[in-house]
């Protein structure tokens, strides 16, 4: 089995775990959490992710757009891929509310690019599947 099959199944089985996971009862007062730009750019890019694994499974090749991928994302919410083939893929997530901020993922390699940076920041993504964020207030 090649890496990027045990990537996909392994990917399989933690979405599967997730999902079956039983609910635990809740002890406490609920704490007011609220998604911070930087965490709802992240769920985009980790959706990203999740997508371009059943997509390669499916195609042999990654998705060299979003609009393949059918994301469902919060509105003003943009996943562009920067670049996709056989090897890997690289996609940066923005959004309207924080113009100039980005988070950053890649999987594999693209030709012989480097990572990709955020836009703010600019940073290099350095671990692979791993989003990088720009800081954001």
Known sequence: MDRRAISS?????????GASAPATAQTS?????????AS????ALRSATAAQERYFVSHRIYAASAQQLGLAL????RVTILGAGTAGWQ?????DGRRGASCVVFVGTVGD??????????EMAGEEGIPLCDRMQ
């Open 29 to 37: 007062t609920p704490a007011a959490w609220q998604a911070t730009p």
């Open 9 to 17: 199944l392994l990917l399989a089985l933690m979405m599967f775990a």
């Open 91 to 95: 996609a940066k997530a923005t959004w």
């Open 113 to 122: 690019s480097e990572a990709p940076r955020t836009d703010g920041d600019r």
């Open 74 to 77: 919060e509105p003003g919410v």
């Open 40 to 43: 709802v750019l992240k769920n």
